[in-house]
């Protein structure tokens, strides 16, 4: 550690025009902790303080001189940590930590999230989510159990990694030609992520290159594929196979998965524990419109782009107005003929003025080369994309507008919102009553503008809010009677999500299948990882795991891994046969969820969305803060789960 710290301070003051000119792109509140993490100046830290408003850079207006007086003594305490031979400081204690956070986002930061945080950060650069043997497993303990991954995404890669780590044989299933999941898939103009790309990644493997602060779909792509080259995983991926069923053996716990290849073969996989890493946005809902086969020009899903099809000087139909519209309907305005815009339901969009932005040359190598700035910034961007608006998602019962929102700061947030595309929209009001949705902000997905608003207000562009009726050849007809031609129809309408694992058939103990036990929309599982009746069965993003009040579900994903992770270990170390969650376990944790998301947004009455199934229950989103949901999954626990080695529960680990 002292050897790296100082060989990075030495290297970041080598040239000291080259430091002064990298740190004057540098965000301030990242560099102010590292200079008190260096220095212990809270004096300074103090003085900055009241200038740090919010944990985006655009929240912080330090003075010009001041900030001249932090970049200044930072150079000073680098140049006399490398001149002296200083070894890295100690991490400051607990307490001068919650002040430093605090001060750094301009916002209280209690003490229950310290240790969620430290984790997040990692300053001494310790892969913290790891998960490691209590005692050395001989390698035939290992080399007897086997593990099948299906899906090679975020979640699949993830858990491939984990697996490698403890020394896990396992075989990595994957649909398509090449890793990236939903990422690969997605090809649609302007696709990019809209949680910040520091936070945006995983934890163990951060990238400090990023070109844009959210970046477009390639670049990110490209990160997936270098985590692959790095960790080796690609000789562990059979790539071109859709698994189409799985099947438990009661007897053994183990489990066969059945695939099929794109060749019209098939084949299948045996192993002691399955990893279902499959997503929840990989299959296009596409709705049901009378006549669609007739339209007889292209017409197709954001997700399923085509390529081929060239939109200039086209007459384009757009159906949707969610996360995927709103990034494709921009960038392709400025080209089409016209582009008209069929909206079912409005969503509420945040302006966040970074979302356009690149990084600055001299951001990147401050990432790079000052010490302790790249774990600040990632604990900036955490608090600034997590559990902030959490609070103010909760129905207050006293509240006296509950139509339009949900409290008071629920309130004020819709004000905002209505203010802001008031301002985009120059005044239109006519278009403002169409775009602004009359349930409360959150209750569907909150996207990031796009310029989305100042997109409506183009000369070709149209926005209609009357029901379709039908599809003619070459024309879509409104309920009205209104005819509008078009060359091209874009489906921006979702995906299949409460289809949970979806179309595969997945049986379990008793003979029963998921799909039987769940119905087609009410999947439940226990921390949205394990079912009762499938043991040694596991699912990454799976029920109510999904995160709509902020966050990275890569954070989420890590989380989960981790847990997973401690199950196998627990079955190989204590020899055991399976594992199953306990029925009362998982009732329990649902029965909490589900009173939990009742006080929640998302059920509101004035909200239909994805996120629920037709009786109103939260199946795919968590009601859960990150902080609670880290805290639920950070240790396995034997005791709830059955052994099917013992027919009881397995003691604790001392």
């Known amino acids: ?35 008190v993490q260096l220095t212990g100046d809270l004096d300074l ?55 430093m956070m605090s001060a750094g986002v301009g916002q209280p930061v209690p ?94 493997q951060v990238n400090n290159d990023w070109s844009r602060h959210f970046s477009r779909r390639d670049e990110i792509l490209a990160y997936i594929r270098e985590v692959v080259r790095v960790h080796g995983l690609r000789e562990h991926i059979r790539f071109g196979v859709e698994v189409t069923e799985a099947a438990v053996d009661p007897a053994t716990g183990h489990w066969t998965v059945h695939w099929k290849d794109g060749q019209g073969g098939s084949g299948r996989s045996q192993c002691n524990a399955l990893i279902t890493a499959v997503g929840q946005l990989n299959r296009p809902s596409i709705p049901h419109i009378e006549g669609i086969e007739t339209f007889g020009g292209p017409a197709f899903h954001t997700a399923q782009w085509d390529s081929s099809v060239q939109l200039a000087g086209k007459r384009v139909a757009m159906i949707g107005t969610g996360a995927s519209a709103m990034q494709t ?21 945040m302006n966040n003025p970074n979302y356009h932005l690149p990084v600055k040359p001299g951001h990147n190598w401050a990432l790079r080369h000052i010490p302790y700035y790249s774990n600040w910034l990632r604990f900036q961007q955490f608090w600034a994309s997590s559990d902030g ?44 009553a169409k775009c602004i949705p ?30 379709i009726a039908r599809v003619e050849p070459g024309a879509i007809v409104m309920r009205d009677g209104t005819r509008h031609e078009a060359d091209v129809i874009i489906f921006a309408t979702g995906f299949q ?41 596991f699912m990454l993003y799976g029920p109510n795991t999904n995160l709509a009040h902020g966050g990275s579900i890569i954070f989420h994903t890590e989380c989960q891994v981790r847990y997973i992770m401690q199950a196998l270990r627990a079955l190989i170390e204590d020899g055991l046969g399976s594992l199953e969650v306990r029925p009362e376990v998982c009732e329990r944790y649902n029965q909490r969820l589900d009173e939990k998301a009742a006080d929640m947004v998302w059920t509101h009455p004035g909200v239909t969305s994805w996120y629920k199934n037709a009786r109103n229950r939260l199946t795919v989103t968590s ?32």
Not at 19 to 35: N, Q, V
Not at 499 to 517: Q, S, V, Y
Request: aromatic share 10%; hydrophobic share 40%; proline share 8%.
């Open 1 to 35: 550690m002292t050897t790296d710290f100082l060989a990075t301070v030495r290297e970041a003051v080598r040239d000291e025009t080259t430091l002064r000119t990298a740190l004057a792109d540098a965000e301030i509140a990242p560099l102010l902790m590292s200079l």
């Open 111 to 204: 003490a229950e999230y310290i240790p969620l945080l430290l984790e997040e950060m990692s300053f001494g650069g310790e892969d913290t989510r790891s998960v490691r043997w209590h005692q050395p497993q001989p390698p035939a303990a290992r080399a007897g159990f086997r593990v099948v991954v299906i899906g090679a995404g975020f979640g699949g890669l993830c858990a491939a990694i984990r697996l490698k780590q403890l020394g896990i044989p396992f075989e990595l299933l994957e649909k398509n030609a090449d890793v990236g999941g939903t990422w690969l898939e997605n090809t649609y103009p302007g696709c990019a992520v809209d949680t910040p790309n520091h936070f945006y990644s995983y934890s163990f």
């Open 329 to 349: 309907g921009p960038s392709i305005a400025p080209e089409v003929a016209h582009l008209r815009v069929f909206q079912r339901t409005p969503h509420w969009a």
């Open 497 to 537: 999500a409460s289809k949970m694992l979806w179309p595969m058939t997945i049986r379990g103990r008793d003979g029963l299948t998921l799909r039987e036990r769940w119905g087609d929309d009410d999947p439940r599982a226990y921390l949205g990882m394990t079912a009762p009746g499938y043991p040694n069965l």
């Open 623 to 654: 009601p859960w803060r990150l902080l609670d949901y880290w805290a639920m999954t950070r240790e396995f626990d034997p005791a709830e789960f059955v052994s099917a080695a013992t027919g009881a529960a397995t003691s604790r680990r001392r």
């Open 389 to 432: 608006f959490h609070a103010s998602l909760h129905k207050d019962p006293a509240w006296t507008q509950p139509a339009v929102s949900l409290n008071a700061a629920n309130h004020r947030m819709r004000e905002m919102i209505v203010d802001y595309v008031r301002g985009e929209l120059g005044g239109d009001e006519a278009l403002l």
């Open 45 to 99: 830290m103090a003085e900055v303080a009241p200038h740090i408003q919010g944990p985006w850079s655009f929240l912080q207006n330090v003075p010009a001189d001041l900030r001249q007086t932090v970049i200044d003594r930072l150079v000073a305490a680098l140049k006399d940590y490398a001149s002296a031979g200083r070894a890295a400081p100690p991490r400051p204690a607990p307490e001068v930590l919650q002040t």
């Open 438 to 467: 009359s349930y409360p902000p959150y209750g569907k997905r909150m996207l990031r503008d796009n310029h989305w608003y100042r997109m409506l207000r183009r000369d070709n562009v149209s926005l209609e809010t009357d029901p």
